[in-house]
């Protein structure tokens, strides 16, 4: 799960600029932990954009279009975004001043644009995922195999975990005062979660064996229960 592969690569290379940007001070620990958050939001709209691509065949057997899909996909996941922004932001508002409204989310976003570092980290993030979005969708033609619903649900489990690792961090910060501290086991928790995704999307039987370990119903066949965590990974 470790070793550096085509897969992974960016993601270690995020990794190691982001702890460089953080003990250097190019960037406040806070401003990390906002940008990890922020991510989400460029994640949605990768993920928009795939569906968009997505193969028309993988979508003859449906009643609606690509086009409705993708933009439904865009206002679902915008009011998923928002609720977890309200809890994000009011756990912010104890360790940052600026932040007085959780439910001001559009004034709040434009704040952390202003934070120390905030572009430069916001924009690693960005450049990764669109390596990533080159390496892994567009140059292996992955479009041409999956259909926009086989991509609805696809950044959701990843998005939760971030953010739930993100509130971790804040609920650290808050009993230690160890920011840059916590910030750096952040972009570790966040490196050894994205290394897991990658490691178990690789083949089928890693699949296999993480849809065995998890799936509830017994009665369904190994082959449903993979093609059901595909949904989410």
């Not at 949605?44 to 996909?73: A, H, P």
Request: hydrophobic share 55%; aromatic share 18%.
């Amino acid at each position: 799960m470790f070793t550096v592969n085509q897969k992974n690569i960016f993601i270690w290379i995020g990794t190691i600029f982001l702890m460089v940007v953080l003990f250097f001070g190019y960037a406040d620990p806070f401003t990390i932990v906002m940008a990890y958050f922020i991510e989400s939001i460029v994640i949605g709209l990768f993920n928009f954009l795939k569906m968009l691509f997505s193969s028309k065949e993988k979508n003859k057997n449906s009643d609606t279009s690509i086009v409705f899909k993708c933009f439904f996909f865009l206002i679902h996941y915008s009011f998923f975004i928002f609720v977890q922004s309200v809890f994000v932001f009011a756990m912010f508002s104890n360790t940052d001043k600026n932040i007085s409204e959780p439910f001001n989310v559009i004034e709040n976003f434009s704040y952390a644009f202003t934070m120390d570092g905030f572009g430069l980290t916001i924009g690693v993030m960005t450049c990764m995922l669109i390596l990533d979005f080159f390496i892994t969708y567009v140059l292996p033609k992955t479009y041409k195999h999956v259909g926009a619903e086989d991509l609805f649900f696809k950044p959701y489990l990843r998005v939760v975990i971030q953010q739930f690792t993100v509130l971790f961090a804040l609920f650290l910060v808050l009993i230690t005062g160890l920011d840059v501290f916590v910030a750096a086991v952040l972009i570790l928790l966040r490196l050894l979660v994205d290394l897991a995704g990658v490691y178990i999307t690789s083949s089928d039987r890693n699949l296999l064996k993480v849809s065995k370990f998890i799936k509830k119903n017994h009665t369904r066949s190994d082959l449903e229960a993979i093609e059901e965590l595909k949904k989410f990974l």
